[in-house]
């Protein structure tokens, strides 16, 4: 009976250890197959394209990018054309898809000087600038990322910028390694930034971009990264591939792919360079990011010994597509469109076509939808698969499928009845299938190696509607310069412009936490998009408006202002007593302060509309708030430089710096505010939302009767006098369309306390010594 025991409870936990074995399993099965989020993007592409909201009106807008031969590289194009394809050291096309503005460059934002700017590969400077840009579009801070492991994957191919190492002249010898090899590529942008990740360039030639996006799809769910940019970039610094290709015959003449067309006569060359940021879709979600699109499945592979080094094999691409498929764990049939590898060769086109076909042109219901961005950039080689990825993301979003330009028919080299497969040769609305919108995107490098990914549109968790926002809000700008602000000012107008609907709050939230300051700044005060737009649209003119500050930071050390009455409002504090202990033990010290010289609670009114509408109430109640947050910001390390105040702000900034005891400062607030209360006459006030010179010119009109009381802002002004007044001035403004409100004041008199309150307050004010400052502390009252 012992051992029987001994045996069941042995087979017992057999039993345990294997279903907590299945379960880890299970659990690490289930991580390697979580989807990725694409949270960021940003690129740059022939055609003036300089973000993914360019990328998307130009290739609906059916915008064709190819122009002819840059004149800032030194190429003496006269004497490299010819016509004639026979003819060797010439080429037979003076066109292709080009960056002209790639020569730009601020070296000062990345601290690089000059001279090693000049050393550095165009490619390398492109590269930092989108993977910056790209972080910021994530809403992250690129500088709040140094130390981590965000790991940078880019697809690269060198370009032969610059001398030889050997010949480098003009003190350029000391960066020249660095500023062109490929390697540094990928590196220049984790030491710029920080990231301790993997740093990886990628070579595969065309497909370089979309392996680079692979590698960090799985560097992201082995946990080697927390965050991954991916993506690629090429330009085009010599004439020389012009020259080799003419060779091979497999440039189109007029410089255009004509993907899948039946006049397709080669491929164009073009430049590019395209960013995503990625992150696991449950620490998107968990860092709040916004997802744009996710990657479902991915999958490398390569020729290996097909038909010829350079040419393409159905065989690997029919493989490639299947594994892709796998890995999301997909048939072919819930898959959508693909965007093509599609240059517009006729041997690399037909091969691709058939491969899609014997995929995912079986046994669907819906044809699969197939295009190429080629078509309306040319083709952008290590750039090309991201540049199809933000094409498709987009898509996506839009719920929209852009045209592929030039094709008149397609290829005859094809034969289209083997699989449902349609080129999108019109635009179209992404079709209705009951499921999520998916798309497939391909990269064939020159090399053999071949990738695919599969991308679905955003949960639908993702595309909640964002809440209405109320109240004034502050929109910050900032730059290293006066002309990066006045850019930074234009992005942001023609943001507005470009989205009626947007959220105040969600700009906000994303200019404050998602972008580095610097020390160029503007804030915008206001209320809704249509003040932001006029702030924004008169900081462009160098015109201030209401609600508009701007300046220069000295130092970035904090200074803590403190208000007067105003800034209430009913329920403040409530959800910050419940989930801060620093600020709850604060308040309540406070309470334990005021509580022998008030009849009230400090805990229970901060939701009671009614008693926050007393002056007597509302300063005390703003003081404790005040100096309760100033505890909190400090308790996270946030030392003041120096505090201000006005008015009970003025008391709450004196017992911060340490010059006033908690008591002593609670004692002042609370009988200063009887005293308001006492001395309060028949009179009122009003808000005005102008500046104080154009206020004055208005109330010459009322002879006296009321004057500025208070200059808040720059476009912030008191009045105060007589009410009847001041109510045609209410009426006068908004005749005029200006901002203006009344400040409520109680109108009871206590003249008859005046002097009693008077003595008392002396008698305090005798009675408190007051202590050294700890920081330095300033007064608005003058």
């Known amino acids: 009976m012992a051992d029987e025991k001994k045996l069941v409870d042995y087979l017992k936990r057999v ?61 003496d194009v006269e004497a490299l054309y010819d016509a004639d394809p026979e003819l060797a050291g010439k080429t037979y096309t003076r066109h292709g898809g080009f960056l002209h503005d790639v020569g730009g460059f601020d070296a000062d934002f990345f601290g690089i000087s000059p001279r090693e700017a000049l050393a550095m590969d165009p490619q390398q400077r492109l590269l930092l600038e989108t993977s910056w840009e790209a972080l910021e579009r994530a809403g992250i801070d690129p500088g709040s990322l140094r130390g981590s492991r965000t790991g940078v994957f880019a697809g690269a191919i060198a370009q032969e910028y610059g001398p030889r190492l050997h010949e480098a002249q003009d003190g350029t010898e000391a960066h020249l390694f660095t500023g062109t090899t490929t390697s540094v590529v990928s590196g220049r942008v984790a030491y710029t930034l920080g990231l301790e990740g993997p740093a990886v360039t990628i070579d595969t030639a065309c497909s370089s971009s979309l392996v680079a996006l692979h590698m960090a799809v799985q560097s ?15 330009v085009v610094s010599t004439p020389g591939m012009f020259l080799s290709f003419s060779r091979q015959r497999g440039l189109a003449p007029d410089g255009r792919c004509k993907a899948f067309s039946a006049t397709a006569d080669g491929f164009g060359p073009a430049e590019g360079v ?40 159905g065989p690997s691409q029919v493989r490639v597509i299947r594994a892709a498929l ?19 060769t006729t041997l690399g086109d037909p091969i691709e076509a058939q491969a899609i076909m014997d995929t995912y042109g079986q046994d669907r219901a819906h044809p699969l939808l197939l295009g190429s961005l080629k078509s309306n950039i040319g083709h952008a080689q290590a750039a090309a698969g991201v540049g199809g990825v933000i094409k498709m993301v987009l898509a996506l979003q839009h719920g929209v499928l852009p045209k592929t330009l030039h094709v008149t028919e397609p290829s005859t080299h094809v034969d289209w009845s083997t699989g449902a497969v349609s080129v999108l040769t019109e635009q179209v609305e992404w079709p209705q299938t009951g499921e999520p919108r998916r798309a497939g995107v391909s990269s064939f490098g020159i090399s053999g190696t071949n990738a695919h990914v599969v991308l679905e549109q955003s949960p639908a968790a993702e595309t909640s509607p964002e809440p209405v926002a109320s109240g004034v809000l502050p929109w910050v700008l900032s730059a290293r310069g006066e002309a990066a602000l006045r850019d930074q000012v234009a992005r942001v107008l023609s943001y507005v412009d470009d989205n009626p609907g947007l959220n105040p709050v969600d700009v906000g939230f994303t200019l404050a936490t998602g972008r580095s300051s610097f020390e160029h700044r503007a804030v915008l005060m206001a209320a809704d998009a249509a003040d932001f737009r006029k702030g924004l649209a008169g900081l462009a003119r160098c015109v201030t ?76 109640v703003l003081f404790a708030v005040m100096v309760s947050l100033a505890a909190l910001w400090r308790s996270y390390g946030v030392e003041p430089a120096a505090v201000v105040g006005h008015s009970q702000g003025e008391i709450a900034a004196a017992c911060v710096a340490g010059a006033l005891s908690l008591e002593d400062a609670a004692r002042v607030v609370a009988l200063r505010s009887k005293a308001l209360l006492a001395l309060s006459g028949r009179g009122g006030m009003v808000s005005v939302s102008l500046p104080v010179g154009e206020v004055t010119g208005r109330l010459e009109r009322w002879d006296g009767r009321i004057s500025i009381a208070a200059v808040n802002g720059p476009g912030s002004i008191v009045v105060s006098g007589d009410v009847d007044a001041l109510d045609e001035l209410l009426a006068d403004c908004e005749e005029s369309g200006v901002r203006a409100r009344r400040i409520p004041v109680d109108y009871a008199s206590h003249s008859a306390h005046v002097e009693e309150i008077r003595e008392e307050l002396l008698s305090i004010l005798a009675g408190i010594s007051p202590r050294p400052s700890q920081v330095p502390f300033y007064s608005t009252v003058t």
């Open 15 to 75: 039993t345990a250890d294997l279903h907590q074995t299945r379960q880890r399993l299970q659990e690490v099965e289930q991580a390697q197959h979580e989807p990725v989020a694409i949270v960021g993007m940003a690129c740059r592409f022939p055609g003036g394209i300089a973000s993914p909201d360019d990328l998307w009106r130009f290739v609906t807008s059916g915008g064709d990018a190819i122009s002819e031969f840059p004149a800032d590289r030194g190429w």
């Open 220 to 234: 992201l769910l082995r946990g080697e990264s927390s965050l991954a940019l991916a993506g690629g970039v090429t």
């Open 274 to 313: 395209g960013m995503l940021v990625l992150e696991r879709l449950s620490d998107a979600r968990r860092n709040g990011h916004r997802v744009l699109a996710v990657v479902r499945g991915s999958a490398v592979n390569s020729d290996g010994a097909s038909n010829g080094l350079t040419a393409p094999n």
């Open 326 to 344: 796998a890995n999301a764990r997909l048939s072919t049939r819930q898959v959508d469109v693909v965007e093509a590898h599609g240059t517009g």
């Open 545 to 620: 408006e209401p609600g508009v500050v701007q300046g220069t930071v000295a130092d970035h050390r904090a200074v803590f202002v403190f208000p007067g009455q105003g800034s209430q409002w009913v329920g403040m504090a409530v959800e910050l007593l419940d989930s801060s202990p620093v600020f709850a033990e604060s308040m309540r010290a406070c309470a334990q302060a005021l509580a022998p010289y008030v009849e009230w609670s400090l805990l229970d009114v901060l939701a009671d509309a009614e008693a926050l509408e007393r002056v007597d109430v509302v300063q005390p």
